[in-house]
């Protein structure tokens, strides 16, 4: 299995709105805290508008509303996997990304079976606070060996300019949240990272 080379993480249907029609073939839509009739709606217009477009839309954390909205692809934290009901996550046919920080996640991740494994923050990220220091690109190296032939995901403090060094390591897809949704052209960045990713789509 492939992913592109590119995947954006937002956190509304609003940024799939503006983004995924410029190209955009990954995103996760990311939403920690939300009422979940809202949640649901979110869900559903992102679907729709990723649907029309031929993005993959990978749905973070809320395995139960992936289910029940028909979605293909989940994203689960560590502490997300230890709950979630894997069985009924299989059974419904959703394809599953997990994230790792350290041996130990990794070690839990692919006893999980995932469908693809993310490693990060590859550099300092400003997105979240992170008891773990940035990994490094020979850590990808590392990663990719480990978890061969699923597709690696990178993550944390990616730039267009750091992409070269993150693919030549190991990475099958880099991810990017602020880089874009901070930026002060979102559109234009977002273009720039399709055409970046380009060489290793």
């Known amino acids: 299995m492939k992913l592109d080379a590119f995947y954006l993480i937002a ?3 609003a940024w799939v709105e503006r983004l995924v029609p410029l190209g955009v073939k990954l995103l996760q839509l990311r939403i920690k805290d939300m009422e979940e ?36 692809w989940i994203h689960l934290g560590q502490e997300d996997l230890a709950t979630a009901d ?28 995932p469908d693809y494994v993310a490693l990060g923050p590859i550099y300092p990220t400003i997105l979240k606070k992170m008891k773990w220091a940035p990994q490094g690109l020979d850590r990808i ?12 995901v990178a993550i944390g403090g990616l730039t267009p300019e750091r992409l070269p060094g993150v693919f030549e390591k190991g990475a099958d897809t880099a991810a990017v949240v602020t880089d874009i949704l901070l930026h002060s052209d979102p559109e234009a960045r977002t273009r720039a990272w399709i055409d970046a990713t380009a060489p290793w789509r």
């Open 37 to 72: 009739y809202r949640l649901r709606k979110e869900i559903r217009t992102a679907k729709a508008i990723c649907a029309a477009h031929g993005c993959t839309l990978v749905i973070n954390d809320h395995w139960q509303l992936a289910i029940e909205e028909g979605c293909d």
């Open 141 to 152: 190296t590392e990663w990719k060996r480990r978890v061969a032939p699923l597709p690696l």
């Open 11 to 13: 956190d509304s249907a």
């Open 86 to 113: 894997r069985a009924a996550i299989r059974a419904a046919g959703l394809r599953l990304g997990l994230s790792t920080h350290d041996e130990a996640e990794l070690a839990t991740a692919l006893a999980a079976s």
